[in-house]
């Protein structure tokens, strides 16, 4: 899944500036754009808007979103350049994820 597509989808369909979509969830412009433009990470509570807004959740299982989350991290900004990807790091951000799974789960979220 594009994380940084459906913002901008969601965006667009609620027909916000990327000011007034900050505004939503108090951000700045700079933020939104750094979400569209996959250079910053949107928080959960973004996504989970978005996908909930696209209506794109009964479309997924919980194991795929897990995957393509922890994939757009894995290979996103967020490594070690020098000794590659802290294990620390890794095991709490997917406990992280794992919340937030299951958060969508007890909202009925998943096929």
Request: negative net charge.
């Amino acid at each position: 899944m594009d994380f940084p597509k459906l913002i901008k989808q969601t965006r667009e369909k609620l027909g916000e500036t990327q000011v007034q979509f900050g505004e939503r969830f108090g951000v700045e412009r700079s933020t939104i754009e750094g979400w569209e433009l996959e250079k910053r990470q949107a928080p959960y509570k973004v996504l989970a808007f978005c996908l909930e807004y696209e209506n794109n959740l009964n479309k997924i299982t919980r194991e795929a979103l897990y995957e393509e989350y922890m994939k757009s991290w894995l290979y996103g900004k967020f490594e070690n350049s020098e000794n590659g990807l802290d294990r620390f790091d890794y095991d709490r951000k997917a406990n992280t994820i794992k919340g937030f799974l299951d958060y969508l789960e007890t909202k009925g979220f998943f096929i």
